[in-house]
């Protein structure tokens, strides 16, 4: 392969949603040569699907609001697993970085005022969790990711960001000294496959939610940064912990913004029954979303669910009446009449928990830089490699994301990234240049399907993956049922080892595409499986029957998932915010 | 058994596009054109198509349906389908890359050009800017636009002059802007537009707005934007 064009940057970044277009910002507006490498061009990224809002203590719906109260609810939701140096940097920035934003243009609604408009979300409270509920969800309607990620865009468009659109960015390219120093990608229009080189490579792919069969998550969500993690031999952190959200529309998937019962929504059994009294008799419908979506599956479990099959809930927003919805939530009325042949102005909407957010992902400290382990078990920088966003697993959402902290997750932490590498590059920084052999190790899977004969096809493959994450890895887990999945996803490793590809065309190969983003989906999959058997109790999103009680003594920790000798391993959360006392780990109640 | 006709191109081994013919067996059931092709995929992966969030947020499946633009993944069969025949085309107008998958370059450039971002030479407060619900109220029906190019496409304007008219999306955009009470540049924009193709080689044919997705109205963004070129014209 000695053809292949050689492209240097300062700064790649992987992924044009909002977390790599923010770092991109930062970067570019540094003057450092920055590009951002997306496989779809940037505003068809994920983050265009969110819809509530971003929560941040800006004080604006209460002027005496404080960010020590939504540190206080990060941490209570993340059921104490959240890095709290973490989350009280996220929650001190987030005010700097949503105002950023606002500059930039980004179309709030508004308050009377003038100020940014703020709805309650869930496992919000004022006067850490003394207070009652707050509303500290900033908002542009319902459509706050699109708003967003377009800002975002746009500035990345008047800082010269240099933009890789349709790249596919295939694995990392790693020197003998185990630094990283780049990656392989694939032009998608023209077939032709690049050695990116730089000094900082940062992942910003997103979230894997397609490895489950139902997912709220876009076609595109297939865990390409995990993928390229694991198989550069990196750990990778929390991968048990999956949020299933409250409100997928049942049958297609479809969110729906935890925002509809913020404003006043809520949840019915066939019965009629607001159920989530009885689950959560103070937050109700806006306790944490593990606890709303566990309340939802026992209604249905216990026969209490609504429709032919007893198989969902309904999500009532009749009664707020039509202005509400048109003025607050205009795109879930069109996702609801779309998706569900429902008006929400006079019936309720039929909603199941859907596989939503993965809270795991590559560990990092708070610039963004990745984190493996040594043989002691203390932290080792991985040179050259940083994650933000969902990707990465910094770790503000612990065991449980509250609603609105991804996007202020993807902005400070997108933010702090840039920040963090234009000093370090400022410093200077210096690898060793990859070898040929080097190189060539990162195309392997790439030159795999490329000469692949015959074997079976990537759709059928993928269905059996996301079969068997949906019958084992679910809201509710057990070991008999985990192993069952460990030892199917260990034979469907196997056959997709041997899979083919037919397409072997240059132009805007699509099933190539498909193909390389199936080996990202299975060691997700594994990652996850293997995860969620090893932690024997039950924290935040990850519920098991067979270990109903969360565990301290054991497993007030991340785990580790090491995919070399697929071993799962434990790491220290962070106890030590810099100005505030820490929060020691309660019983978690809404 | 529904009839679908697609067409197909690949510039490896095809000379020139073609029509191709597929069978798909829908069950009765009322899908979206989305899932069709992810259907026909199976049968054929060489198939080629863009798509991401399969909710009609991002834009990335604008395409031709039995002879109107919209995006497959929110267009019900039952929304199409006429005699029980579906014809899926790439969007009009832009060049062809591989079957439905067209070159938007000039689509895109149209964009960037009327400088798609807030300008204000204001310095910024320590909070956000403040902004009225009404003045706000003014960006709604504007901002929501995903690019996915239906309109542009569906454009006669734009099909004969794409270097030179901006087309609906853009100025869909630029009106956005132009609408900001936080935007102090009007007069910079205003000139930027102030030519007889950028703005004025719209015709009110109204295809824009027939087709938008997100049922947003460029025609009536050109003709506030028009009317604020009049205003300030000497």
């Avoid at chain 1, 989906?521 to 969620?532: K, Q, R, S």
């Amino acid at each position: 392969m000695s053809t292949m064009r050689s492209l240097t940057f300062d700064a790649i970044i992987i992924g044009g949603g909002g977390a790599g277009l923010r770092a991109g910002l930062e970067l570019s507006q540094s003057g450092k040569k920055t590009a951002v490498l997306s496989k779809v061009f940037p505003t068809r990224s994920h983050t265009v699907s969110a819809q509530g809002g971003i929560t941040c203590a800006i004080a604006s719906a209460d002027p005496n609001d404080d960010w020590r109260w939504h540190m206080y609810d990060t941490v209570k939701g993340g059921d104490y697993i959240a890095d709290q140096d973490a989350a009280e940097y996220m929650c001190t920035e987030g005010p700097k970085a949503v105002f950023e934003l606002e500059h930039m243009g980004l179309p709030f609604s508004r308050f009377d005022n003038g100020r940014i408009y703020q709805r309650p979300f869930g496992g919000q409270s004022k006067d850490f969790g003394k207070g009652g509920q707050a509303a500290r969800t900033c908002a542009a309607a319902d459509r706050t990711g699109h708003a967003l990620l377009h800002t975002l865009y746009q500035a990345n468009l008047k800082n010269g960001t240099v933009f890789l659109d349709e790249w596919y960015a295939i694995d990392l390219v790693k020197n003998a000294n185990g630094d990283i120093v780049g990656v392989i990608a694939l032009c998608i229009e023209t077939g032709e496959t690049v050695v990116v080189k730089s000094k900082a490579t940062v992942l910003a792919t997103g979230g894997a939610g397609r490895i489950y069969a139902s997912t709220t998550n876009a076609l595109i969500n297939t865990g390409d940064g995990i993928g390229m993690a694991l198989r550069a031999g990196l750990p990778v952190q929390d991968m048990e912990m999956w949020q299933f959200h409250p409100t997928g529309i049942h049958g297609a998937g479809v969110l729906v913004t935890e925002g509809c019962r913020g404003e006043g929504g809520y949840l019915v059994n066939k019965d009629g029954e607001r159920f989530m009294e009885r689950y959560a008799p103070n937050a109700k419908d806006l306790a944490g979303r593990d606890v709303v979506a566990r309340s939802m599956v026992l209604e249905i479990l216990e026969g209490r669910g609504c429709g032919e099959n007893g198989d969902h809930v309904f999500l009532k927003l009749d009664h707020l009446g039509e202005e509400v919805l048109n003025k607050r939530l205009p795109g879930i009325s069109e996702l609801s009449k779309t998706f569900a042949h429902v008006d929400p102005t006079n019936a309720p909407i039929p909603v199941v928990p859907t596989c939503h957010y993965m809270m795991g992902g590559i560990a990092t400290n708070v610039h963004g830089q990745a984190i493996a382990q040594n043989e002691d078990g203390s932290d080792r920088i991985v040179n050259g490699l940083y994650a933000v966003g969902e990707v990465a697993c910094v770790s503000v959402h612990g065991a449980n994301r509250l609603g609105g902290n991804s996007l202020l997750d993807l902005v400070v932490f997108g933010r702090a990234a840039g920040k963090y590498i234009e000093s370090a590059l400022n410093e200077g920084v210096e690898y060793l240049e990859p070898t040929q052999s080097d190189i060539d190790a990162a195309l392997v899977r790439l030159n795999r399907w490329n000469e692949s004969e015959s074997g079976e096809s990537v759709p059928e493959l993928k269905r059996e993956l996301q079969q068997i994450m949906q019958n084992s890895f679910g809201v509710f887990r057990q070991e008999d049922k985990m192993e069952e999945g460990v030892k199917q996803l260990s034979d469907l490793r196997e056959r997709i080892a041997k899979a083919g590809l037919s397409d072997k065309s240059q132009v805007f190969n699509t099933a190539r595409i498909e193909a390389l983003e199936l080996d990202n989906l299975m060691e997700v999959a594994e990652a996850t499986a293997i995860a969620a058997l090893t932690r024997k109790e039950s924290r935040g999103a990850h519920s098991r029957y067979d270990f109903p009680d969360r565990d301290d003594e054991n497993w007030l920790k991340h785990s580790l998932f090491f995919p070399n000798e697929k071993r799962v391993g434990k790491r220290d959360v962070n106890f030590a915010p810099k100005t505030v006392e820490r929060f020691e780990p309660k019983i978690r109640t809404y | 058994m529904l009839q679908v006709s697609i067409y197909r191109y690949n510039p490896e081994t095809d000379t020139a596009p073609y029509m191709q013919e597929f069978q798909v067996d829908t069950q009765g059931r009322d899908l979206m054109v989305l899932n069709v092709m992810e259907m026909l995929k199976e049968q054929d992966s060489s198939l080629a198509y863009r798509r991401s969030c399969r909710e009609g947020v991002c834009g990335s499946d604008g395409m031709n349906m039995n002879g109107k633009n919209g995006l497959t993944c929110v267009t019900a069969l039952s929304e199409v389908v006429k005699d029980n025949k579906l014809v899926l085309r790439p969007l009009p107008g832009l060049p062809v890359v591989r079957d439905l998958v067209v070159d938007m370059s000039i689509f895109y450039k149209q964009y960037e050009r009327i400088q798609p971002y807030l300008l204000n030479d204001t310095p910024a407060p320590a909070i956000e800017r403040l902004q009225s619900p009404e003045d706000r109220d003014k960006l709604d029906g504007l901002y929501e636009c995903i690019l996915c190019a239906c309109c542009s496409t569906a454009c006669p304007s734009f099909w004969w002059n794409p270097d030179k008219f901006v087309g609906p999306s853009g100025l869909l955009q630029a009106y956005r802007f132009l609408a900001d009470s936080r935007d102090t540049a009007t007069k910079e924009r205003l000139s930027e537009l102030d030519d007889p193709f950028a703005v004025f080689r719209c015709r009110g044919i109204m295809n824009c707005v027939a087709v938008c997705p997100k049922g947003l109205n460029p025609t009536r963004a050109i003709g506030k934007i028009r009317e604020l070129l009049l205003a300030n014209a000497t």
